[in-house]
Nanobody
Framework: QVQLVESGGGLVQPGGSLRLSCAAP????????MGWYRQAPGKERALVAT???????NYASSIKGRFAISRDNAKNMIYLQMNNLEPGDTAVYYC?????????????WGQGTQVTVSS
């Protein structure tokens, strides 16, 4: 069973920073697009950022300029540096891996890590 494991969530005051980490097995990490999504209470899961194996990134407009996604291909890890956090960033953050084959697309998810922004 494929497991993605997130860490680094917690409680932070508005304006503060957090760094999320995600460890993935090589079978889903290598050569594939990794990403971060979040789900706030009562809302659907939404894209935060993705990063291709090449390092090309894509961000949701709501967090652009505040968050940065990165990956360490040697360690099979991705990170999400979150700065200038706002109460609206409060959500469960999920790590994802999208694995493509010649005829299938499959998404893998971690269990999520809670981020709470509150004074």
């Amino acid at each position: 069973q494929v497991q993605l494991v997130e860490s680094g969530g917690g409680l932070v005051q508005p304006g503060g920073s957090l760094r999320l980490s995600c460890a993935a097995p090589g079978s889903v990490f290598t050569g594939n697009t990794m990403g971060w999504y979040r789900q706030a209470p009562g809302k659907e899961r939404a894209l935060v950022a993705t990063i291709m194996h090449s390092g090309d990134t894509n961000y949701a407009s709501s967090i652009k300029g505040r968050f940065a996604i990165s990956r360490d291909n040697a360690k099979n890890m991705i990170y999400l540096q979150m700065n200038n956090l706002e109460p609206g960033d409060t959500a469960v953050y999920y790590c994802s891996a999208r694995v493509l084959t010649w005829n299938t697309v499959r998404d893998y998810w971690g269990q999520g890590t809670q981020v709470t922004v509150s004074s």
